[in-house]
């Protein structure tokens, strides 16, 4: 099998064989243990997303994982948590920059400009708290 076609239609939205999607999974796994980490870019195919997508498609379709597949998938999951760990912490890192950066715009701007500042302030604490909570939230489910 040729691991470029099989990749080209699955970029391509065609359904996989069961034989295909294992090749590609396989494939996927093997690229991502020998680098040791996700490709970052957005053109690049050995992303966290494809990964995600692919175990899903062997997951929904009810295939049964082959076990040589087993030990690979459990050494991916511990490059998987420490990326999404990762990506948490830098939610919760870029809320409370906000929630400071609106708290010091509050306190610098109170009464400067009139109301269009004022708005502009909450939503930005608004975001930072959503963005702040989101990384909580997503570091708790590590943790479980």
């Given at each position: 099998m040729n691991i470029e076609l099989i990749k080209q239609d699955?970029?391509?939205?065609?359904?996989?064989?069961?034989?295909?999607?294992?090749?590609?999974?396989e494939n996927i796994l093997d690229t991502v243990l020998k680098q040791e980490k996700f490709d970052n870019a957005a053109e690049a195919f050995y992303t966290h997303r494809n990964y995600s997508h692919v175990r899903i498609m062997i997951l929904e379709s009810g295939f049964e994982i082959p076990v040589e597949l087993e030990s690979k998938i459990e050494k991916v999951f511990k490059i998987e948590s420490a990326l999404l760990k990762?990506?948490?912490?830098?939610?919760?890192?870029?809320?409370?920059?906000?929630?400071?950066?609106?708290?010091?715009?509050?306190?610098?701007?109170?009464?400067?400009?009139?109301?269009?500042?004022?708005?502009?302030?909450?939503?930005?604490?608004?975001?930072?708290?959503?963005?702040?909570?989101?990384?909580?939230t997503d570091l708790r489910k590590f943790q479980r």
């Open positions: 699955y970029i391509n939205n065609k359904k996989l064989s069961e034989k295909e999607l294992f090749f590609l999974f990762k990506e948490s912490k830098a939610k919760m890192y870029l809320g409370i920059f906000l929630i400071i950066f609106s708290i010091g715009g509050y306190v610098l701007f109170q009464n400067e400009f009139g109301k269009t500042p004022f708005f502009f302030i909450v939503i930005v604490f608004l975001f930072g708290l959503v963005l702040f909570l989101r990384g909580i």
